[in-house]
């Protein structure tokens, strides 16, 4: 069995970081598979997924941290208009960002539970927002 | 700080205006934003959030007689207006070479209430000097409503940048002084001759909806301490620059925070970021 369902975020900052774990503990419930995996994958090359400890201190470090290793002011090549948009790709930030948290995660589904350790979280990250945004929970096993 | 207002801006892609597929499918092509994702008002109450903007002057294009249709009607402006009339100013268009151009744009403004006129000569392919103009213009004077003229090279298909040189506003800023316009895009990439327009006439003003290579703060940095000299803005022009992101196609946060930090007085950014717009509205007396 394989269930997918969309979660639609509507970020508010350039940068932002979302617990979304009770999104994905509500797919797992709502899917009905007893043995398997859950993954959440972002549709986006501009945001990230990644799993840490909902802290205040490590969101600050986290986000301290990506912003001394993609600093804004950098002459980055991707600052240009893009013609096949029509508009210009001045988030280079964002795209590197994304490639260094990566787009998904996984978490094993045993006994219709969510297997996770005590201190994890699953954060989705807004590199270049505000903006719409969609995440996918897909939850497959057996039944 | 006094309100911060982005004058230049498109709502081509703002959901309530977007129940039509066929008619967006046309607003990306004409506008050459073939990629462009319709976004919720709340989206763009986020947007102008996180760029700490308090207001949007939207601006439509009336292309009846070059495209066949209007690309955002006044009527959809004024819907969009009525939504939030405390965040959202409403421009009207009007295709100048449609017979009832002049009916049009009066029902704009007397009827709809819209704010100014927004003109493109280079997609509506005409000399903003061309006496056929003259009665939209004496229909904005009489309502003390500005004009914001695309100028510059246009990046929308089927446009004739020569129609948006700064040199053909001269004769129209000398036959109608009191007439307020906006040489939108500062008339990039003739930039120093919109400089020199601004100069002669107080009642030309530019806006800084300009990104077409770079980074924001790059480009900021070659236009307006390179190209221009540093302190002609902050100096000589500082009454008649305001902020313009010209969203969606260019990137309005990026855009504002490059000019929050580009070094003009406080002042200075005061002005260009909001008491400005106010006065090209008419909604202030210029100091």
Redesign the interface.
Known sequence: MVKTEKVTLLTEQYHQMIVITPHLRAAVAAAGVQNGLAAVITLHTTTGISVNEALECLESDIDDALKRLVPEDHPYAHARILPSYGSTAGNPTGHIKSMLTGNHCLFPVSDGQLVMGEAQEVYFYEFDGPARRTVTITVMGEA | MSQVIDIHTHPAFFEPICADSAQLAFRRQT???????T??L??IF??M??AQIDRLALLPLDLTTRAGQEVVSNAEIQRLVALDPERFIGFASVDPFRADACAVLEQAFNGLGLAGLKLHPARQQFSPADPRLFPLYEICLRANRPVMFHAGIS?QPESLGHFGHPAGFEELALCFPKLRFCLAHFGWPWVTETAALLLKYPNVYADTGL????????FYEQVFRRTLGEHWIDRSLRHQVMFGSNN????Q??MIEALRSFGWRAGTLELVLGRNALVFLGQERAA
């Open positions: 506008l050459g934003l073939y990629k462009a994702g976004a919720p709340q989206h986020n947007q959030r996180a990046l990104l077409y290579f770079d980074s924001a703060r790059e969606p196609r260019f990137e946060l990026r």
